[in-house]
């Protein structure tokens, strides 16, 4: 397809607005997906992705429209609209010259909206703002629309209405996306550049690279090189999605697709990575992205320890289409042996738990998030602490932690009720504006420790599901953070330690100290529990010794769901972990830390 007859676009929205059925729709409408193959959520292929209902994997698309007589080639990227993702979203939209901004009429714009529009016009993309789901008896079209006019300029009549339920709309919006968005430009003669935006395992395929081309032409069976590492490869396939890999002959200026050459890592295929052939390669790079790095690291566990081989092997499956995991081998006294994971933000955490759950079969336990501590120590070295375990006891001189700049939108009557709980986790006020009437954004400069602590649920809750939360990365700041170690008859349990701000390591250190209490057996012997800031005993409780009348069997707490996992072993195969001299069983250690 000559370039003039392309267009690439992708839509950004705010989560659950309707991208993924917007898409649907599109495949439909343009008879790319025939009636009879349409299933919900065509491009979300993840099974979690569905059962969730959210976009993870970005996907390029390619479908046929007709508009004045010519046939055009229309490229859609769809984008994953959750904060941890935001990176997945970044590479999307340098691959494209257009957005589609779209928002749900009967909500209006939300944080994501915003985060998204302005990584949308950094890229200097033509916007088309869309309002979706007019069918909702809900919706407020008018209102709205002015509220998008009010932000990315232009009259409320340039605002288009969709339903990607119904359909209604959505042809218009094909003909918008032909009209307004500009067409590629590239040199067709120059030596090939094509842009690595998406890179993804396949068990069938190997790696499929998804890319975007600038300059030149990609050939079949070419041989081509990675700029950055100057490795080769021969491609053996080249195509175009449109959804179902189809081979082509070759890719030109502005077209999008996907290379296959065999490699077996996703990490061969870099995203952000410059394709240019072997022979007559081009000699500078396309301008590339950084890589996204890690905010929050946890432990995994297999709950059984025989699962150790297991968990490695599933994690190296998971990192082979997930360059931005990272996991090492880690011990704990507690838990034995597992891995130290580095996450892009919670929503990743759980969803790579969950799959290591749900598509291995694995039993884990996953200790409490936390961020990236730099403790200064008073010889003046720097050490980076991801798990508590490594704070230099007793050598501090000063401890910095990760910052982020929040932006939460919610209707004006809850401001009162989430600002306290923004100070509530050391926020400090950056501003406050009002959107429409009724709707207000709060900006507020916050520890990443203390959103990465049940923020978001708490937010979620005390605004009836009303406000949403968007966040990015704000530098380090020195904090008055403490590490509180939590003690078993004077043995220090690795696992609960936590770097905590001072003000809130009584509270701490207090609400472990009783939960183990409550689900740590009765031995023959009195058991003191204690939690401390160095040497400094902050919190304590006693385990009472056994009364010889007193049957062993006397687990106090709710350890219900855990205890199904345990039926699985024998009675008196019970797993017991010597802390010191106390006996205590693995799912005391495993209930204390899940917390419930
Ligand atoms: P995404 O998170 O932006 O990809 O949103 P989805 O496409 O998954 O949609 C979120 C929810 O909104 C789903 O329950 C959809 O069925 C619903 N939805 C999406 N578009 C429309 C629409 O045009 N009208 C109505 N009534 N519901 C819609
Ligand atoms: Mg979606």
Request: net charge negative; with cysteine.
């Given at each position: 397809?000559?370039?003039?007859?392309?267009?690439?676009?992708?839509?950004?929205?705010?989560?659950?607005?309707?991208?993924?059925?917007?898409?649907?729709?599109?495949?439909?409408?343009?008879?790319?997906?025939?009636?009879?193959?349409?299933?919900?959520?065509?491009?979300?292929?993840?099974?979690?992705?569905?059962?969730?209902?959210?976009?993870?994997?970005?996907?390029?698309?390619?479908?046929?429209?007709?508009?004045?007589?010519?046939?055009?080639?229309?490229?859609?990227?769809?984008?994953?609209?959750?904060?941890?993702?935001?990176?997945?979203?970044?590479?999307?939209?340098?691959?494209?010259?257009?957005?589609?901004?779209?928002?749900?009429?009967?909500?209006?714009?939300?944080?994501?909206?915003?985060?998204?529009?302005?990584?949308?016009?950094?890229?200097?993309?033509?916007?088309?703002?869309?309002l979706n789901k007019i069918d909702l008896p809900a919706a407020d079209p008018e209102k709205f629309a002015k509220e998008l006019a009010d932000l990315i300029g232009g009259s409320p009549d340039d605002v288009l209405r969709v339903s990607g339920k119904t359909g209604v709309g959505v042809e218009e919006l094909l003909d918008r996306i032909v009209q307004d968005i500009p067409a590629p430009v590239g040199d067709p003669d120059a030596p090939a550049r094509a842009m690595i935006f998406d890179s993804v395992y396949d068990s069938y395929r190997g790696v499929v690279t998804y890319v975007r081309m600038v300059d030149g032409k990609l050939n079949p069976r070419e041989r081509i090189q990675m700029m950055s590492t100057r490795a080769m490869h021969d491609l053996l396939e080249i195509g175009v999605s449109s959804p179902e890999p189809i081979?082509?002959?070759?890719?030109?200026?502005?077209?999008?697709?996907?290379?296959?050459?065999?490699?077996?890592?996703?990490?061969?295929?870099?995203?952000?990575?410059?394709?240019?052939?072997?022979?007559?390669?081009?000699?500078?790079?396309?301008?590339?992205?950084?890589?996204?790095?890690?905010?929050?690291?946890?432990?995994?566990?297999?709950?059984?320890?025989?699962?150790?081989?297991?968990?490695?092997?599933?994690?190296?499956?998971?990192?082979?289409?997930?360059?931005?995991?990272?996991?090492?081998?880690?011990?704990?006294?507690?838990?034995g042996f597992g891995f130290r994971c580095g996450f892009l933000g919670l929503l990743h955490l759980e969803i790579i738990t969950e799959r290591l759950s749900r598509e291995f079969g694995l039993d884990l336990i996953t200790t409490a998030p936390s961020v990236i501590y730099e403790v200064l120590t008073d010889t003046g070295e720097t050490v980076i602490v991801t798990n508590p375990s490594e704070y230099p006891d007793g050598r501090v001189a000063s401890v910095s932690e990760p910052m982020v700049k929040t932006a939460i939108l919610l209707p004006k009557d809850y401001v009162g009720t989430v600002?306290?709980?923004?100070?509530?986790?050391?926020?400090?006020?950056?501003?406050?504006?009002?959107?429409?009437?009724?709707?207000?954004?709060?900006?507020?400069?916050?520890?990443?420790?203390?959103?990465?602590?049940?923020?978001?649920?708490?937010?979620?809750?005390?605004?009836?599901?009303?406000?949403?939360?968007?966040?990015?990365?704000?530098?380090?700041?020195?904090?008055?953070?403490?590490?509180?170690?939590?003690?078993?008859?004077?043995?220090?349990?690795?696992?609960?330690?936590?770097?905590?701000?001072?003000?809130?390591?009584?509270?701490?250190?207090?609400?472990?100290?009783?939960?183990?209490?409550?689900?740590?057996?009765?031995?023959?012997?009195?058991?003191?529990?204690?939690?401390?800031?160095?040497?400094?005993?902050?919190?304590r409780e006693t385990i009472r010794a056994l009364r010889k009348d007193v049957l062993a069997k006397c687990y106090g707490g709710d350890i219900s769901r855990k205890r199904k996992l345990l039926e699985k072993q024998k009675e008196g195969k019970k797993r017991m972990k010597m802390v010191g001299r106390v006996e205590v069983p693995q799912e005391a250690f495993i209930a204390a830390l899940s917390g419930d």
């Open positions: 397809t000559p370039a003039t007859q392309i267009r690439n676009f992708c839509i950004i929205a705010h989560i659950d607005h309707g991208k993924s059925t917007l898409a649907d729709r599109m495949l439909q409408v343009t008879g790319s997906v025939a009636d009879r193959d349409m299933r919900a959520q065509y491009l979300d292929r993840m099974d979690i992705e569905r059962e969730r209902g959210i976009t993870i994997k970005s996907q390029a698309v390619r479908m046929p429209w007709s508009a004045d007589g010519e046939t055009f080639a229309l490229n859609m990227i769809d984008t994953p609209g959750h904060v941890d993702f935001t990176y997945e979203v970044s590479r999307s939209l340098a691959a494209c010259e257009g957005a589609i901004l779209l928002v749900d009429a009967a909500q209006g714009i939300e944080a994501q909206t915003l985060a998204n529009l302005y990584l949308a016009l950094e890229n200097d993309l033509h916007i088309i703002p869309v081979p082509s002959n070759g890719l030109g200026v502005g077209e999008v697709g996907y290379l296959i050459t065999g490699v077996k890592d996703v990490r061969q295929s870099k995203v952000g990575d410059t394709v240019t052939t072997a022979r007559g390669a081009a000699t500078e790079a396309l301008a590339g992205y950084t890589d996204p790095k890690p905010m929050v690291f946890s432990g995994i566990y297999p709950i059984d320890g025989s699962d150790y081989a297991d968990l490695r092997e599933a994690l190296d499956k998971l990192k082979l289409s997930d360059a931005s995991l990272q996991y090492e081998p880690e011990t704990s006294v507690a838990l600002m306290e709980l923004c100070q509530s986790r050391r926020g400090a006020l950056l501003g406050m504006e009002y959107f429409s009437e009724e709707r207000v954004e709060l900006r507020y400069r916050m520890p990443l420790g203390e959103i990465v602590f049940d923020f978001f649920d708490q937010l979620k809750s005390k605004t009836q599901g009303y406000a949403s939360l968007d966040y990015e990365p704000d530098g380090q700041q020195e904090g008055d953070l403490v590490k509180v170690d939590v003690l078993l008859q004077g043995d220090k349990v690795d696992a609960f330690s936590a770097i905590v701000h001072r003000e809130k390591a009584y509270a701490y250190g207090t609400m472990m100290a009783e939960r183990l209490r409550k689900l740590i057996p009765r031995q023959n012997f009195e058991v003191p529990i204690q939690a401390a800031i160095g040497a400094r005993i902050i919190a």
